[in-house]
């Protein structure tokens, strides 16, 4: 699997489903306090895309 950038998340877009933080196989996304999706543990971060994949919203992209 390649890997690739860094994870940008549409705040805006996001409905708060908790589906990619779901799926995060290494646990570095999570809900804020205002209940949006939240790249807050890059350094667990594989890259995978599995965020981006199962986004219902289409709020999370890899750059």
Known sequence: MEKK????INREWCK???ICVAFCP????????DEKASW???E?????????MR???IAIELV
């Open 16 to 18: 708060g489903c908790n």
């Open 55 to 57: 986004c219902p919203d």
């Open 5 to 8: 950038g860094d994870v940008v």
């Open 44 to 52: 667990k971060c594989k890259r995978c895309g599995l965020c981006e």
């Open 26 to 33: 290494n646990e570095a996304l999570v809900l804020d306090d």
């Open 40 to 42: 807050s543990h890059p």
